[in-house]
């Protein structure tokens, strides 16, 4: 089985930082592309930021030069550095990633977090 497990989350006020962090762990034979979802309330989900293995990034054009994404392929882990928060931020941050499972090599398959909360506010 495969499990990812999100943390870092929290209320942060304008202008402050967060860092998230995602460790993927289970039957896991290779992870591609790892990174971060979001959906703030009334709002469709859409993508934050991804990092394949091979350590190449895209960032939507809403957080660029203030979200950060990198991983560690030792830990499984991906994170997300938050800089300069806006309320426009808040949102539920989702861990994804495209794993390819140890025991059955054939599967390969997103996997999600169960999520964390950002709440930017004053």
Request: net charge positive; with cysteine.
């Amino acid at each position: 089985q495969v499990q990812l497990v999100e943390s870092g989350g929290g209320l942060v006020q304008p202008g402050g930082s967060l860092r998230l962090s995602c460790a993927a762990s289970g039957s896991i034979l290779s992870i591609n592309d790892m990174g971060w979802y979001r959906q703030a309330p009334g709002k469709q989900r859409e993508s934050v930021a991804m990092v394949t293995s091979g350590g190449s990034t895209n960032v939507a054009e809403s957080v660029k030069g203030r979200f950060t994404v990198s991983r560690d392929n030792a830990k499984n882990t991906v994170y997300l550095q938050m800089n300069s928060l806006k309320p426009e931020d808040t949102a539920v941050y989702y861990c994804k990633a495209l794993i390819t499972d140890a025991t059955m090599p054939l599967l390969t398959r997103q996997w999600w977090g169960q999520g964390t909360q950002v709440t930017v506010s004053s």
